[in-house]
């Protein structure tokens, strides 16, 4: 286990390489949960100030 | 056609020498630049021609973004460039024109300059020749590319600010083979490579810039 | 020019909101599966290279990432001209949510690179290596397109001005590649650089597109995400949109 982790010495920089994608990958995925829960919150927001329902305008045939 | 380009041509050469001043700016820039790597580095004779090359290209990408501003800015807040767009002469030739005016009164200057600066750096005068050809053939491209920033920008009031990000990545090529041709010159070996490369990219710049330039400004005003 | 269904039914938000919900499970499972396997396979069971022994295990992820990167370039501009030419907000959509995801791969693919770098090359950063050289370029034009794009108030002019730069960029990534790749040749100096080195085996390819195929898939999966929450701020206060939206009356 000891060996697998030191990579033949070289552990540092294959394990930080492979921290640092994860880490991006992470943070990526973290972004764009945000990103979408700020948009719903505001499409909430917009969707709760136009509560008051709005009528269909009707229409009135002309014969 | 040809009627129009000229109107525009000499139209922007004499509202450019109304503001003289400002034509200055970026020529006065250049020197600056120029002489700070000196100071900073207080590099021996040897070494001064080493990076001489890199500094006066870098410098002078540098200096021509300075200089971006007049091209469409302040047609475009007085109403002149709407004008221009109604008018039923293809805007690309418009574009044209304004390029060309653009490039006569702020490239030209810096690349008169550049030779003089190449001699204070102990770039042998032999190679002067294949520098100005060098300069000559990437002012094109470096004109399109400074008219393209300006275009994207026209409608941002702070512009200036975000332009070099725009512009100065995609000058890399030109830098390579403008450097390549200017270090190949000193040493006296063959320059006809860097230099074929430099007119391929005027070439592919003066055919597709003015399209992406146009269509920038007109979305820009819309 | 007559467009099929499908092409207009990509451009309505709701069905495409919809089939990202259906679709994005499986991307984002699928990827992630495939990246830890890959990253499994290629840590603890792939032979060590005989040349440059465990070190060579970064090769699992960073040319995949510097991959997805330039793909991400890619596909922003085709996204940006086709929202540009046939006026599709849904397109400029599409350009502007991979471009941070491309930004963030070209990032990593950088660093990756650097600290794969300094055991094998003996150097973190070389200037004038032709592909960290391109590559960091590629960083630079991703900035420069969110830079213009966080310049502008008007959502409309944004999207049509950050797609003509998206384009013109896209023509400029292979100028830039092979400007350096020439410059480099032209230049006498020593290439030591040459990671080429003796083609993979089996045992090593295997794991290599395992990770190939799950960084494509967690990148389209993120960028479909993206593109979900995008299409939400732009659609703002769309009736399915109400519909669609948790403890609101609908």
């Not at chain 2, 475009?76 to 005016?101: N, R, W, Y």
């Not at chain 3, 963030?104 to 070389?126: D, E, H, K, S």
């Not at chain 3, 090593?204 to 799950?214: C, I, N, Q, S, Y």
Request: proline share 6%; charged share 15%; with cysteine.
């Amino acid at each position: 286990m000891i060996e697998f982790l030191r990579m033949g010495g070289d552990g540092a920089y294959v394990w930080s390489a492979y921290g640092i994608t994860l880490a991006v990958l992470v943070v990526n995925i973290w972004l764009v949960r945000a990103k979408h829960r700020a948009a719903l919150s505001r499409a909430r927001a917009i969707a709760a100030q136009a509560e008051v329902p709005r009528r269909q305008p009707k229409v009135h045939r002309v014969q | 056609m040809r009627g129009a380009f000229y109107a525009v041509f000499a139209r922007d050469l004499r509202v450019a020498f109304r503001r003289w001043s400002e034509l200055a700016y970026p020529v006065i820039f250049f020197a600056i630049v120029v002489a700070l790597f000196p100071l900073a580095l207080s590099p021996t004779a040897a070494q001064l021609r080493d990076i001489g090359t890199g500094v006066l290209w870098v410098a002078l990408l540098l200096s021509s973004l300075l200089a971006l501003d007049g091209l469409f800015r302040g047609d475009a807040d007085d109403g002149t460039l709407e004008q221009l767009l109604m008018s039923p002469v293809a805007i690309t030739v418009t574009v044209f024109a304004k390029l060309a005016a653009h490039a006569l009164v702020t490239l030209l200057p810096l690349i008169c300059l550049v030779p003089l600066s190449a001699l204070s750096f102990n770039i042998p005068l032999a190679a002067l020749p294949t520098l100005i050809l060098a300069l000559v053939l990437a002012a094109p491209t470096l004109s399109v590319l400074v008219a393209l920033g300006a275009a994207l920008t026209v409608s941002l009031r702070r512009g200036g600010a975000i332009v070099g990000l725009l512009v100065l990545p995609l000058t890399g090529p030109l830098l390579i083979f403008g450097t390549r041709a200017t270090d190949l010159g000193i040493n006296g070996e063959p320059t006809a490579a860097p230099l074929f490369l430099l007119a391929a990219l005027a070439a592919l710049a003066l055919a597709l810039g003015p399209l992406a330039i146009a269509a920038a400004v007109k979305v820009g005003l819309e | 020019m007559k467009l099929p269904r499908w092409f207009h039914q990509l451009g309505s938000p709701p069905y495409v909101y919809r089939l990202i919900d259906k679709l994005g499970p499986w991307l984002g499972g699928l990827g992630c599966a495939l990246l830890a396997i890959g990253a499994v396979w290629g840590l603890a069971i792939a032979p060590p290279d005989y040349q440059q022994d465990e070190v060579y295990r970064i090769i699992f992820i960073h040319p995949q990432t510097a991959y997805v990167g330039m793909m991400a370039y890619v596909v922003m501009a085709v996204a940006a001209a086709i929202g540009y030419i046939w006026r599709l907000k849904i397109a400029h959509a599409v350009a502007v949510s991979a471009a941070p995801i491309g930004a963030w791969f070209t990032f990593c693919a950088l660093v990756t690179g650097a600290i794969w770098g300094r055991p094998t090359w003996g150097t973190y950063w070389q200037w004038g290596d032709p592909r960290i050289m391109s590559e960091t370029l590629l960083l630079f034009l991703f900035l420069g397109y969110l830079a213009l794009r966080g310049a502008f108030d008007d959502r409309d002019k944004a999207d049509k001005v950050t797609a003509i730069l998206a384009v013109v960029g896209v023509v400029n990534v292979p100028i830039i590649h092979y400007s350096v790749e020439w410059w480099n040749s032209l230049h006498q100096g020593p290439t030591i650089l040459r990671g080429d080195g003796p083609a993979m085996t089996t045992d090593m390819l295997l794991p290599f597109l395992t990770t190939v195929l799950g960084f494509t898939l967690t990148f389209y999966w993120l960028l479909l995400r993206r593109l979900q929450a995008e299409i939400v701020e732009r659609e703002g206060d769309a009736r399915w949109l109400r519909e669609l939206l948790p403890g609101s009356a609908a």
